[in-house]
Structures are given as structure tokens and as C-alpha cells.
């Protein structure tokens, strides 16, 4: 965060603590390294393939036809090139709005009563697994999420406000805890999300499994918790400010290899 | 019945080493919901794993194993092509059967 | 959104007769704050407590927020107003007790409950302190987004917070806790009093943990 007095004593001195990881964090990442062999996110990805390749919904149809931003069916690489604008919806989208889109215009699915469902239960439920499937077959990949279009820088510029604007009870932006190099949030380590947090952190760590509630979170479960924390009144699910948060974060963490499905504890 | 397991079995050197994650809620049975009442335990009893029809591993498990449990074993022998086949029972008498190749 | 920040471009476009246009140098910082505002408009709803008002237009944070931004702090005029606002809404305790029970003060400080739209409003709110700091030095599970406090009270030469001598600390500490941007303008803390969530009895026991020579903070 911006402190109008940052002399260049207190620089160094941050500096010095960021990059020195304390015993505990040493021993979490261990434990990390440790569950990622046998990940449960790879039963959620399993179910998304099915769910992709099986006829639902009113109209009775797959998702194979769904266009990703790489043409229709194209799902490998689509994931670290979303959120991206469309021209047949005249919106960016991420993954998620994206998936509604599909699953009302191939599937005959109403996407409005889709996003009002609870997450982890039903057609929401469905859509975790699909949105796990698709970011894994991008496993591996860096992000190249595109500022081509107008409509993209726009949201660009709209998801770095929404980062930095401060509210709720608390006065808390995104930025509040994830506004600087090296820091902790109690014993649970926060990317600095302004820049690019290095490859596996960050926007290219989710969807991910969390161990401690055993449950598949997407990057808009993720947002949703944040917002929640930050005793904001609720986003409504794939709505504008998601998708621009995900751009801003996307697009600063271009080059960044995607981990998704990661897992978390 | 149950999600089906995901499986991977790979043979070296005369040794095949099994990697099992299985979906099941694995619910202990001393957690209580929002209201006060106590969520029934539902979680897996026993494991076994068998090659060319030999059990090769029998496990018995309970509520101190948590969800979606992740299973890593190796044995002797086995070869590319071969099957692994994984069995779970749990205590509401439920019980899932998959099968994997090495490879 | 879209078709307002279309028409605007291609109207500057043309005013402007350049033959390439790209949004960014274009698209004035002011077209980016209109569409920010309206995202926000339609893209947040009430849940539970948690409601819209709660990120209504607000003095301090859309001044902090722009500047930060920018990238640029704010001017020393700007700053000081704030400071001065917030140091008005401060309320000083009414029977003039600072100091409250510093075991109480160490479990306050290390609840992070309360306010979030799971929350019912008759919740006992925690003060979330451990999220951002060191307290009692004995104990690990502390966050690093704010300074340390371990020490505190020693550090500032109190020996005795009834005295005299130690007056000013003690109010330092009980108007920094109530509102800290009394003190810094664009301080990234809660404002724990002002905004409603502790109660003046929590915050007496948050200062006497910080304060009181017995409390773990200073041995």
C-alpha cells in the first residue's frame, strides 16, 4: 500500500523480512508438496470432462460446441486466455460467465437462474467441476490474457479501481492484503496481486481444492470469500466487477504458468 | 456405487507402485450440523486392492481418515497391461469397485 | 458500460482526427471511473447484514482509494482534513477509563468474527488484530500487513499508565484503535470504534493489553 512516509530504512527492512520465509511457512509449503501428489481436485476434473461431453439440458446437447475465446470445442489453452471479450455477447467474460453463456445458448439452461444458485450445490456444482475441467487443459501454460479489444483495457482499467477501492465495515480493499511483496495474513502467506506473483500464485493457483473444507473453489468462489471477508455486500456471480478483478489480475500475471486444478490447505 | 476413483498404477524394476484417490465423504461421525444435531458417520470400512485376482493390499479404515482420501502403495511384480483393481466397503454397506491398467 | 465507453472514444476519435485511436491514451482515467461506478452499481447485491450502504460514497476511502490508484500519495492539505474528520468522530471513553482487563483485551484481539454476511448483527465482533499483527510475543499465529506490537507499551516508557507522565500514550492508543486514520490519513487498519465494531468496553481491554505492565506484550 501507498504510506505517504516509505523511507528508504523501512524499504530495506521490509525487504529483508519478505523474501526471509519463517519456519512455519517453510513447513506449510512442505506440506503443500506433499498433498499435491493426489490431488482431489483431479475427481472434480474427471467429473467436468463427462459433464462437457454429455448431452444436458433442454435442448438436449453438449458443451463441445462452447466457445472458449479459441473457437468452438477449442478447450485446450482457452483458460489462461480468459477473461477475453466476445463478440457474440459484446462482453468480456471469464471462464464462469462464459460457461452460463454456453450452457443457455447450446444447452437451453437460463443462465440468470444458473447464477443465482448456491455454490456447491446443483447446476453450481456442475459448473465448478466444468470450469476445473477446462482450466486443467491448460495445466502448464502461461497466461496471455489479451488488452486487444476496447472493451478489454476498459475492464482492465475498471478491475484495478475495483482492486484499490477500500469499503465495507472495514475499509478493506483487495489491495489491503494483497497490495505489497512478502506478506501474511496470521500464518497464511498473501500474493502481492498489483504485479505478477510468479508462476503457480496467485490468479494462476484457482480453481484449487482446499483441503481444510474439502471443497473445489473457482476463481469466482475465491472472489465471492474475499468480498465476504472484507464485510462487503455480496457479488452476484459472473458479474462485471468479477470479470474485471480477473482481468486485472490475469493481465498482470502475464507469462505466469497456470497450476489449475492447484491445491490449498 | 459412489463417484468413481481415479487410478494409476505404474510398474519398474519389478515393483508396481499404485496411486488411488477415491471420493467419498468420509464423514467421522462426531461433527454436529448448524443445529445442533450430530451428522451421521458415513465413511469407508475396508480397502482392498488386488492384482490378476491376489489381494495385494487390505486396509481397514474408519472414521479418523478424512474425505476423499488419497491411497499410495506399491508390490511386488506386475506388469505393462496388467489390471489393479481397487474395492472400498463402507459402513453403510455401500461399496465401489474400479480397475485400472499399468502401465 | 460498453456502448457508453464505445461512443465516447470514437467521438474523441474524431474530434481529435487522429487516424488510430487506442482506447488507453483516449480513454480518460474519468471514462474508467464512470464505468467503474457503474460495475459497481450492477454488480453487487445485499446478503444478509452486509449491505449496499456499506460501500456507499465514503470521504476517506474514495480519497485513499484514488490516490492509491494514481500512485501518488495524498497532498499534506488533503491528508490533514481527513485526519482531522476522523479525529472529530472519535469518542473518548465516558467515564474516562482507558484501561479495561488485558486477558479480556487478548481474546478480542484474537477473534475475527463478526460482520460478514454469515454473521447474525447480535454477534460479539473480534477486533482481528492478530490478522496484521505480533501481540503477545508467545504467541505464532500473527500477521505481518501491520507493524509489530510486542513491546509496545515498554517501548513507549510506560511504566505506570495511570500517571501523568503516560497520558498521552494512553490516548494515543485508545484514539488509534477507535480511528486510526485520525492519525494517518490513508491507514490501511479498521476503524474499529467509529465504524461500529467494538464496543468501548473491547477497546478498553485492547489498550490494556497493549499498555498494562502485566500483559504479556510488555514482560
Not at chain 2, 485376482?53 to 479418523?64: F, H, M, R, T
Request: charged residues 25%; hydrophobic residues 35%; proline residues 4%.
Amino acid at each position: 500500500m501507498r504510506k505517504h512516509l516509505l523511507t528508504a530504512m523501512t524499504a530495506l527492512a521490509l525487504s529483508t523480512l519478505a523474501y526471509g520465509q519463517s519456519d512455519m511457512e517453510k513447513g506449510i509449503n512442505k506440506y503443500r508438496e506433499m498433498l499435491a501428489d493426489g490431488n482431489p481436485a483431479e475427481l472434480f476434473e474427471m467429473n467436468g470432462e463427462e459433464l462437457w461431453k454429455t448431452a444436458r439440458g433442454p435442448k438436449n446437447a453438449t458443451l463441445e460446441k462452447c466457445d472458449l475465446g479459441k473457437g468452438p470445442g477449442v478447450v485446450k489453452g482457452a483458460f489462461v486466455e480468459l477473461p477475453r471479450f466476445f463478440a457474440d455477447t459484446g462482453r468480456v467474460q471469464d471462464l464462469e460467465s462464459r460457461l452460463l453463456t454456453c450452457m443457455e445458448t447450446l444447452q437451453g439452461f437460463n443462465a440468470a437462474e444458473l447464477a443465482k444458485v448456491k455454490y456447491n450445490k446443483g447446476e453450481m456444482a456442475n459448473i465448478r467441476d466444468i470450469a476445473t475441467y477446462v482450466a486443467g487443459q491448460s495445466k502448464g501454460m502461461r497466461f496471455a490474457v489479451p488488452q486487444n479489444h476496447a472493451s478489454e483495457k476498459t475492464m482492465y482499467e475498471v478491475g484495478k479501481r475495483l482492486f484499490f477501492a477500500r469499503g465495507g465495515t472495514h475499509d478493506f480493499a483487495c489491495a489491503t492484503c494483497h497490495g505489497e511483496d512478502g506478506k501474511r495474513i496470521r500464518l497464511q502467506g498473501v500474493p502481492n496481486l498489483t504485479k505478477n506473483p510468479g508462476d503457480g500464485i496467485g490468479f494462476a493457483a484457482w480453481p484449487a481444492y482446499r483441503v481444510g473444507n474439502g471443497q473445489m473453489w473457482t476463481m469466482q468462489k475465491r472472489l465471492n470469500d474475499c468480498y465476504r471477508q472484507q464485510r462487503f455486500p455480496e457479488p452476484k456471480y459472473g458479474s462485471d466487477a468479477t470479470v474485471a478483478l480477473g482481468v486485472y489480475m490475469g493481465v498482470n500475471a502475464k507469462g505466469a504458468e497456470s497450476i489449475a486444478p492447484a491445491i490449498k490447505r | 456405487m459412489g463417484n468413481p476413483m481415479r487410478i494409476r498404477a505404474k510398474s519398474a524394476n519389478g515393483e508396481t507402485t499404485v496411486r488411488v484417490l477415491m471420493s467419498h465423504r468420509m464423514e467421522g461421525g462426531q461433527r454436529k450440523d448448524a443445529n445442533g444435531k450430530p451428522i451421521p458417520a458415513h465413511h469407508i470400512n475396508t480397502v482392498t486392492a488386488k492384482h490378476n485376482g491376489k489381494v495385494v493390499l487390505s486396509a481397514d479404515w474408519g472414521p479418523a481418515v478424512s474425505q476423499n482420501p488419497y491411497l499410495a502403495f506399491s508390490f511386488k511384480g506386475g506388469a505393462k497391461g496388467e489390471t489393479v483393481e481397487i474395492n472400498w466397503v463402507d459402513n453403510k454397506g455401500d461399496s465401489r469397485t474400479d480397475t485400472a491398467t499399468i502401465s | 458500460m460498453k456502448k457508453t465507453t464505445q461512443s465516447v472514444l470514437a467521438a474523441a476519435c474524431v474530434a481529435a482526427l487522429m487516424a488510430a485511436c487506442s482506447s488507453t491514451t483516449m480513454s480518460s482515467s474519468a471514462d474508467a471511473d464512470r464505468a467503474t461506478a457503474e460495475v459497481i452499481k450492477s454488480s453487487f447485491q445485499n446478503k444478509g447484514i452486509a449491505k449496499l450502504d456499506r460501500i456507499a460514497p465514503e470521504a476517506s476511502n474514495d480519497l485513499c482509494s484514488q490516490a492509491d490508484v494514481a500512485g501518488k500519495a495524498l497532498d499534506e492539505k488533503t491528508a490533514k482534513a481527513i485526519e482531522a474528520a476522523n479525529m472529530a468522530a472519535i469518542k473518548w471513553p465516558s467515564d474516562g477509563k482507558y484501561l479495561g482487563d488485558w486477558k479480556r483485551g487478548e481474546k478480542v484481539a484474537q477473534s475475527g468474527k463478526g460482520l460478514t454476511w454469515r454473521d447474525k448483527i447480535t454477534r460479539v465482533n473480534g477486533g482481528n488484530c492478530y490478522n496484521c499483527h505480533q501481540i503477545d510475543p508467545s504467541f505464532n499465529s500473527y500477521g505481518t500487513l501491520g507493524p509489530s506490537l510486542v513491546g509496545y507499551g515498554k517501548l513507549r516508557g510506560v511504566t505506570d499508565p495511570n500517571s501523568p507522565a503516560a497520558q498521552a500514550v494512553v490516548k494515543y492508543t485508545w484514539g488509534k484503535i477507535w480511528n486510526s486514520r485520525a492519525y494517518n490519513a490513508c491507514s490501511n487498519m479498521p476503524r474499529a470504534g467509529t465504524n461500529g465494531i467494538l464496543t468501548q468496553n473491547q477497546v478498553r481491554d485492547l489498550v490494556a493489553l497493549l499498555l498494562d505492565p502485566n500483559s504479556p506484550v510488555n514482560k
